[in-house]
């Protein structure tokens, strides 16, 4: 069964860009969650999606976004990039979401420069 | 307002040597749960444990151990027999049933380095 997948690896970019980040879960998983980490903050979650619907929002300004797709695939975007926005961004799929586990993939690391 | 806190933000140890990583949590839900993940230099997030709150039992998985304390609000993480291959960041976090969908709330992660 392959794991969750997340395009790009790597990315650097420029403060001002905007830049969207792909995430496939795990095949059968409808929850699609997003995280931020970086060394201030740790990891820091960013939305959730279950069925193309976002179900669970955290405490970032609303140049984060995101969306989910009828095959479950999500992809986050962040518009006009700061410097703080560099991060590790971790997607998590799990099937419902609902207490059950999660699992991570390998995560896309983002450096405005 | 839930938080996890994981007091040790670095360890090393000497192989086969155990080690344990604490985790304090705080919550207002009475159901939620708890769980482990360790984060290797290859930076994925690899699930360890999911324990729910009204199963306070210890759990044993090979060299891994956890510890639920209710009384404490504790949940803590014992390797036995460290091996450098256990080389990571652990992170505890906590879900909360009354939060709509999954939302991790995680600790700040204890860097574990075991030598060889």
């Known amino acids: 069964k392959a794991g969750v997948t997340q395009t790009p690896r790597y990315l650097i970019k420029t403060r001002g860009q905007q830049v969207t980040l792909s995430c496939s879960p795990i095949?059968?998983?409808?929850?699609v969650s997003w995280y931020q980490q970086t060394p201030g903050q740790g990891l820091q979650f960013l939305f959730e999606y279950f069925s193309e619907t976002q179900r669970n929002k955290g405490n970032f300004p609303g140049r984060f976004s995101g969306r989910q797709f009828s095959n479950s695939r999500s992809e986050m975007n962040v518009s006009t990039l700061e410097l703080g926005d560099s991060a590790l961004y971790l997607c998590?799929?799990?099937?419902?979401?609902?207490?059950?586990?999660?699992?991570f993939g390998q995560g896309t690391r983002l450096t405005v420069v | 307002a839930q938080k996890v806190t994981q007091a040790q933000t670095e360890i090393s140890v000497v192989e086969k040597e155990d080690v344990t990583l604490d985790c304090v949590y705080e919550t207002r839900d009475t159901t939620y749960y708890l769980f482990w993940y360790k984060q290797p230099p290859s930076g994925e997030l690899v699930f360890l444990i999911r324990r729910n709150s009204f199963d306070e039992q210890n759990e044993i998985s090979g060299r891994y151990s956890w510890n639920f304390q209710k009384s404490t609000s504790s949940f803590n993480f014992t390797i036995t027999a460290s091996q450098v291959v256990d080389s990571a960041v652990y992170f505890c976090a906590l879900s909360e049933a009354g939060t709509s969908g999954s939302r991790l709330t995680f600790g700040e992660g204890t860097q574990l380095t075991v030598n060889p």
């Open positions: 095949s059968g998983h409808r929850s």
């Open positions: 998590a799929s799990s099937f419902s979401g609902r207490l059950a586990e999660a699992f």
